[in-house]
T-cell receptor, first 112, second 117 residues
């Protein structure tokens, strides 16, 4: 079982729709959870961080965390073609420095 | 957010040569930096953790003698790929940890694309 699992996609949504990206993790004591966006050929860019159960909203983005189910999601409202990218879910391990463990990413395609 | 730079952004070299990549945190001090490698259509793989003033910690399967890491100051870490070979061609990305009280966030540099001929 992979430590962080994501559906590779692509997830295709029309412009203006809500895109829902999901991630599960195996280490029950994971503490911090991050969503990064990576455009093709570029490095990851931090979108959201979430540390406690519930929802966290930032503009068009909402991160949801459920530690009991070991599940974290990212909702993108009013999706735009510029949101088309690969979204990486990352969690920190329970020991050492903030070593991120990444999922393989979900490719999102927003069509005009 | 915090800014992390990398230099060079692109490097092409001959097989057998060594290549040095710099990673700098521009507006904060980073006691910890990380080096990742990403092959096409794959996710980021952590290579090593770079700690200011001490030896780097390498992930399993990463040769420390081939990938030399030096974290000489709170704003600079370098990765040297020694005796590079074509299979070392990849996208190398560093990140720096910005302390924020009890919570720390990693910010990524723009990456260095290495092509070994």
């Amino acid at each position: 079982q992979k430590e962080v699992e994501q559906n590779s996609g692509p997830l295709s949504v029309p412009e203006g729709a809500i895109a829902s990206l999901n991630c599960t993790y195996s280490d029950r004591v994971s503490q911090s959870f991050f969503w990064y966006r990576q455009y093709s050929g570029k490095s990851p860019e931090l979108i959201m961080s979430i540390y406690s159960n519930g929802d966290k909203e930032d503009g068009r983005f909402t991160a949801q965390l459920n530690k009991a189910s070991q599940y974290v999601s990212l909702l993108i409202r009013d999706s735009q073609p510029s949101d088309s990218a690969t979204y990486l879910c990352a969690v920190t391990r329970n020991t050492g420095f903030q070593k991120l463990v990444f999922g393989t990413g979900t490719r999102l395609l927003v069509s005009p | 957010g915090a800014v992390v730079s990398q230099h060079p952004s692109w490097v092409i070299c001959k097989s057998g040569t060594s290549v040095k990549i710099e990673c700098r945190s521009l507006d904060f001090q980073a006691t910890t930096m990380f080096w990742y490698r990403q092959f096409p259509k794959q996710s980021l793989m952590l290579m090593a953790t770079s700690n200011e003033g001490s030896k780097a910690t390498y992930e399993q399967g990463v040769e420390k003698d081939k990938f030399l890491i030096n974290h000489a100051s709170l704003t600079l870490s370098t990765l040297t790929v020694t005796s590079a070979h074509p299979e070392d061609s990849s996208f190398y990305i560093c990140s720096a940890v910005e302390p924020a009280g009890a919570l720390e966030t990693q910010y990524f540099g723009p990456g260095t694309r290495l092509l070994v001929l």
